[in-house]
Nanobody
Framework: QVQLVESGGGLVQAGGSLRLSCAAS????????MAWYRQAPGKQRELVAR???????NYVDSVKGRFTISRDNTKNTVYLQMASLKPEDTAVYYC????????WGQGTQVTVSS
């Protein structure tokens, strides 16, 4: 398993942007799928975006066109660029390495004010 550490969360006004980073302790090139999840208060954790080793990406419908996931295997880092943020994007965002077992980061809070 890899150790994952997220950063870049914070408080932003609606319409603003943030970039989340996820730094891994090990080589993420061997991990086919890296992903970002989020969990809002009182809600289940949901998959926001995922990216394969080859760069194929998938997004939940609610963030399509606003969020971009990317990975830099040379830096063992995964990013989530978030734009046009909405109050409903408020959540704790988690990075995950989708291997067996799944590795999770500790999460970073994103709060979008209206």
């Amino acid at each position: 398993q890899v150790q994952l550490v997220e950063s870049g969360g914070g408080l932003v006004q609606a319409g603003g942007s943030l970039r989340l980073s996820c730094a891994a302790s090990g080589n993420i090139f061997r991990i086919n799928v890296m992903a970002w999840y989020r969990q809002a208060p009182g809600k289940q954790r949901e998959l926001v975006a995922r990216i394969t080793r080859g760069g194929t990406t998938n997004y939940v419908d609610s963030v399509k066109g606003r969020f971009t996931i990317s990975r830099d295997n040379t830096k063992n880092t995964v990013y989530l660029q978030m734009a046009s943020l909405k109050p409903e994007d408020t959540a704790v965002y988690y990075c995950a390495a989708l291997e067996f077992p799944i590795s999770w980061g500790q999460g970073t809070q994103v709060t979008v004010s209206s």
